[in-house]
Structures are given as C-alpha cells and as structure tokens.
C-alpha cells in the first residue's frame, strides 16, 4: 500500500516538526528513529478516518430530470459538496450507442461547495449519467435521463380549428406533434371575449402525437386561442376564433316593394335584413315567366338591397334562404304587371256629372298606380261637336282636365290610358245651357260691405225671379272664412224665386261670400263681409202698436230685434206721467216680446238701448189715452123727452164721465132729414 512522505522541519528549540498526509483512511503505525534508533514509545499506532462523506453530496438540475432533456440542446445540473468534505468530484456518461454520448462537457467550480455540471446530449433515447464523490457514488447515482429528440416546432400542426365557429355549440379541433421532437409537452389555453378562460379538454388518441382539443364558445366575439408546445408558442399561435350566433333563419327580415309585385323592365327593388339572425348564408333566387336578372349589394350593416328586372308579366317566385333554409315569408309571391294597368286609373270631378254650355267643366284623372303610359281624353256630343280639352300633368301622376262644352246636350267623355279605355269609361255627361245671371240680385246684412258681427246669425236674399218663378234647387252658397275653413250656410227655397241664406261666422276678419245660381257666379260674387267682434246698436229694431200710442190700464205691445248686432244687454226703460208696469219675454229667436201698462194718460218716452247705447228711434215717444168705451156714455134731459116744441130751444146733458177720453159728436136730424143747427157745450164736469 502506498505510504505517507513525510515532511521533517528542525526547529531552533532542538524540536522537529513533522508533517504528512495519510494517502487514505485506515490503521497506521509509525515508527519514530533518531540517529537510527527508535525513540521510547515508538512506534506510534493511529487511526485515520476518511477524508469525504459522499453521501452528503447532493446533485439536481434540468441535466438530470428524467425529460427534458434533447438532443443538441445544452443542459445543466448543479452538484452541491458542503458538508460533505473535500475530495475529487468525477461525472461521467454512458449512451445506448457506442462513442461519445454527449459534448461541451465541463465542470465549473463554484467555490461555495457546489459545482455546476454542464453537458450538451448527443444521442437519443436513455443516458447514464454517474456522479462520484472522492471515488464514492453519491444519493441516486447513476442518474438515468431520457434524451428527447430535438424539437422542431414547424413539426406541430393544428387541423380543423375555424376561425367562425356558433355560440352554444361543441367544438374540436386536432394539434399534430408527430415528428415535432422535443419533451412532446402541448398545452391549450383559450380565453373568451370579456378575457375570461374557457374550459377545453386535450385528449391524445391512440396514434402517439394526434391530440384533439374540445370546447365550447359560451359567447358572442373574438376568442384567442394560445397553443404551446414545450413552452414554446406553435406555429400561428395565438389563433383567433370568432363566435357567432348560430343561424336564425326565422329572425331574417325582407321587405320592399319588390316582394309584392312591380313593371316590366322595371328594377323591383326589396331589402333583407339579417341583424340579429347569426351567421349563415344567404340564398337568392327568382323564378317566374322568365329569368330575371338579380342584383345584391351589401349594406356593410347586416342588411343587403336587392333588385330583380323582370321582363315579362305574370307571377314571379322569390325564394330567400337563410342558412339553407327559407327565411317567414318565402317564397314571395310578385304580380309583375305590364309597364301601365288601365285598370288602377281612377277618375272624379264635378266635370263628370254635369256641364254647362260654354262653361269650364273640370275633372280629375288618377293614373300614379296605373304606371306610365299615354292619357287620351275625348269628348264628343251627340251632335259630333267635340269639347276642347286641356290636361294638364301635376307631375305626381295625376292630371287635371278641364273641358268648355260649347253646346247644350248629351256628351261622350270617353279616357284611354296607353291606349286602353280605364274602368267605368265612357261615360255620358248632361251639358244645360248657359245661365245669364246677370239679373239675380243679393241683399241684405249678411252681404254688405260694413260687415256682420261674429257668433251672430246674419242672412240675406237671393232674388232670383228673373230665372225661375217657382224657386228650386238653383242657388248655391258658400262662406269662405280668412283661415281657408268654411262656414256652414242655411238656404231657405221661399218657392216663388226668392231665397233665404243663413250663416254665423265664428273667426274674425274679411270672409268670402259665394252665391251662384245653377253652379255659375251671380253678380258682386263674392262678396267680401268683414267679421268682428261686439255688438251695433244701429242693427236693433223695434217695432210694434205699444210703440205707437197706448191706451191707461191696458197691456201695450211691441217687439224688440236683436238678431245680427252681437252680443250685448238689452235695456229697457219707461218714463211719463206715472210709472208703468214692464214685462219682458225672449222669444228664442233673437227677439224679445215687450208689453207696458200705463197707469195715466199722456205722453211716454220709451228708452230702448243695447249694449249701453240707444238703438235708433230711441227714445220713442209714446201717447197714451185712456179707454174709450162708448156703452159708458149716458144721455138725459128735456131735449130728449116726448114734449118737445118746434122752434122752441131744447137742451140735454151727454155725461162721458165714464166713457174715457174721446171727440164728442152730436147730430139732430128733422122729418125731412135734414141735421138741425145745435150748440155742444163743454161743461168741464166730464
């Protein structure tokens, strides 16, 4: 066995030092000489210990998990000494194949009892890594790792993963890893719009390096999808996934004119609206008389306009998928018409029904449903005269006509549109002479220039004797008011060609006043009668016998009209040689009924106002007298006897006391007939 050198130091005290280093642990004798005699007590006997413990030596790292590691790829462990004394530090590693089985190995000393280990495999599958301490394995030695292939992440490739996928619903996708190398460590995380994760399932199937990823997208948006593959993001990662509602056919809207019906070779234009309806595809078609051409633009809002051009007429089928499947409503049903229909045009006036010589007659032709075509309008009398017609085009798709019959009699009015008569035509039409109106006269308040009061009734008379004797249906009357509205007006036939009109304006300011007998304007018309507010005193009349005389303690009459001087109080006072007794009764027409008794004869004054102010011929003055009642008058003396002489003088006494206040006459008649000269005498008693 090897033996210790030893070192022998004299020291200057005649003492030696000696120095050595057992080569090992175990028994050791030592023998001590001087002058080549052992000294006493020697030799001395020792036990040496050993100088490390490697089983305090402790080795971990990347280097010596049992994956992880690949080929090509530098790796490292660290091998930890304290504690464990010192000695020397050997590594070494053995491959399933023959030759080195790694490169780049070295050990680097930390100088803190640990050392780092690092090494770069070079062979795949399982490598021996031994670690020895001071000749000793340590814990675990050796340390078997499996050596992966290098990785290759272009290797990974993921199938099926849409990129659209429906809300609510199961989806997969595979991640294929075969030939990808490395430690085969895939890891899926997906993260959902609001950035919350979603749960997904990796199954690997029976082919080594096939894994299939399930989930399921709870909500509408991008979803991010992070694949890596040991530790390290594949190829594409991270993928963007948007989730869409699943398609609603039954939430597609259309809607349009087109859908309904349309021209020939006119564009039927209709939308669809898919808001709200998830994502699907959209189908299209049009199937009628004949193949219309289709054209879509999309609106970039979830809508898209459409427009078909049919050219033939008939019924046209339009069929709106949605998903495959056909959207409430389709198919549509369009009745494709001709370019104009006859049968929409629509005609009214008063030129329809009536007309009079030499008169503008006008009518009203309604073709904006019927399409565009050529208006021909003819009218023609029995006779063969023709009317001159005007049409006139309002550029809204009607039309006014006007027509002037120049004669009385039957007319044709026959209407074409593009050639084609419209319903109800032709028709006959009664044409009347003309009327000379010129002798019709219009009076009265409701008429004149000073104007009428408003929410009072007013009229007026049409005198129309010098066309009809006997009245009849011929007058008209029409109150315009300044607002454009009209007033009602009241026409009473007094049968003998006199007419009555009444009417009550209700708004302020100058109305319009038409009178027209048998539809032609009468002269002056129309009248301009300005309307305002208050009462006129001057348009109150009063009339009647109390207003004229009266008689003491009898009622005395008289009436008193308000009707067409506004609103206002009516007044009523009396005034002479006593007071007298006045009633008052409304008679519910704008008139009221007024009666007096007098108490003593004389002369009265009758104060009528309105609204505060005399009406005219107020005051009246009013004589009164008392009754006359002749019955009462009382006749005595001689002259009345049966003893009366010729040629002698007769007197007698007429007593009126009781008889009122009246002229006395007295007459005396002889045989021959002839009245007697008498003498009446007031006696002032009477």
């Known amino acids: 066995c090897a033996l210790p050198i030893f070192d022998i130091s004299k020291n200057d005290n005649d003492t030696f030092t000696v120095k050595y280093t057992p080569p090992g642990a175990g028994r050791y004798t030592i023998m001590v000489l001087f002058a080549e005699q052992e000294i006493p007590t020697s030799p001395f006997r020792i036990k040496v210990d050993p100088s490390h413990d490697a089983n305090k030596v402790k080795a971990e790292g990347p280097g010596l998990n049992r994956t992880g ?34 490169r780049d190995f070295e050990i680097i000393d930390n100088h803190d009892y640990s050392y780092t280990v690092k090494y770069t495999a070079i062979q795949q599958g399982n490598l021996t890594v031994s670690v020895n301490y001071g000749g000793d394995a340590i814990p675990k030695s050796p340390f078997i790792v499996n050596v992966a292939p290098p ?50 399932k990796v199954e690997t199937g029976a082919t080594s390096g096939i894994h299939t990823v399930k989930y399921m997208p709870p909500e509408e948006g991008a979803y991010k999808v992070d694949i890596t593959y040991d530790g390290n993001p594949v190829p594409g990662s991270p993928f963007t996934v948007e989730a869409v509602m699943p398609p609603d056919p039954s939430r597609v809207r259309a809607y349009g004119p087109g859908l309904k019906g349309g021209f020939v070779g006119k564009p039927a234009p209709f939308a669809i609206d898919t808001k709200g309806a998830g994502t699907g595809g959209l189908g299209l078609t049009v199937e009628g008389p004949c193949e219309a051409k289709i054209e879509c633009q999309d609106n970039g809002d979830g809508s898209c306009s459409v427009s078909y051009l049919p050219t033939e007429p008939g019924e046209y089928a339009i069929n709106i998928l949605f998903a495959e499947a056909h959207i409430p409503g389709s198919p549509f049903k369009a009745d494709i018409k001709p370019v104009f ?9 008063p ?27 003819e009218i023609i009398s029995d006779s063969g ?30 209407i074409k549109y593009g050639g084609h008569a ?6 006959r039409v009664n044409v009347d002479p003309a009327v000379d109106t010129s002798g019709v006269k219009v009076f009265g308040p409701g008429v004149e220039p000073r104007g009428v009061l408003r929410e009072v009734t007013t009229e007026f008379t049409v005198d129309a004797r010098s066309l009809t004797k006997t009245g009849g249906s011929h007058i008209k009357a029409r109150v315009i008011n300044p607002s454009g509205a009209k007033t009602d007006s009241f026409i009473t036939d007094n049968a003998d060609g006199t007419y009555r009109v009444q009417y009550t304006a209700y708004e302020d300011g100058m109305h319009l006043v038409e009178v027209m007998y048998d539809e032609v304007a009468v002269p002056k018309s129309p009248f301009r009668v300005s309307v305002t507010e208050g009462c006129d005193p001057t348009r109150v009349r ?22 067409g001087a506004g609103t206002g109080g009516l007044g009523l006072a009396i005034e002479g040689p006593s007071e007298a007794k006045m009633s008052c009764k ?23 106002t309105f609204g505060g102010r005399p009406i005219p011929g107020s005051p009246f003055r009013v004589p009164v007298k008392e009754v006359v009642d002749p019955s009462k008058v009382k006749c005595s003396g001689p002259g009345l006897g049966a003893g009366v002489r010729a040629h002698i003088p007769q007197t007698f006494t007429v007593d009126c006391s009781k008889a009122g206040v009246a002229p006395l006459e007295v007459r005396v008649l002889g045989p021959a007939g002839v009245a007697e000269p008498i003498d009446v005498r007031d006696r002032k008693s009477t």
């Open 385 to 414: 005269a023709k009317a001159e017609v005007l049409i006139q085009n309002n550029s809204d798709g009607t039309y006014s006509i006007t027509y002037i019959p120049a004669f009385p009699g039957m007319y044709t009015i026959t």
């Open 341 to 349: 229909d006859p049968s929409k045009v629509t005609v009214s006036g």
């Open 586 to 608: 409304d008679n519910k027409d704008g008139s009221c009924s007024v009666e007096y008794i007098p108490f003593t004869p004389g002369d009265y004054d009758v104060n009528i």
């Open 151 to 200: 990785l290759d992440l272009g290797k990974v490739k993921v199938q099926g993963l849409n990129n659209k996928v429906d809300v609510g619903k199961d989806q997969e996708f595979t991640i294929n890893t075969q030939g990808a190398g490395g430690q085969g460590q895939l890891d899926v995380k997906i993260t959902s719009p609001s950035r919350r994760p979603i749960p997904c």
């Open 69 to 102: 590691v690949e080929v090509g790829k530098p790796t490292h462990f660290t091998v930890y000494t304290k504690g464990a004394g010192k000695a020397k530090l050997d590594v070494n590693f053995s491959g399933l194949a023959k030759g080195e089985a790694v």
């Open 542 to 563: 009063a009339y009647g016998p109390g207003l004229e005389g009266g008689l003491v303690n009898k009622s005395n009459h008289f009436t008193v009209e308000t009707r």
């Open 422 to 427: 419209v319903p109800k035509f032709p028709i």
């Open 351 to 377: 030129g329809l029904e009536h007309g009079k010589a030499g008169e503008t007659a006008t009518f009203t032709v309604d073709c904006s449903k019927a399409g565009e075509a050529e208006l021909t309008i």
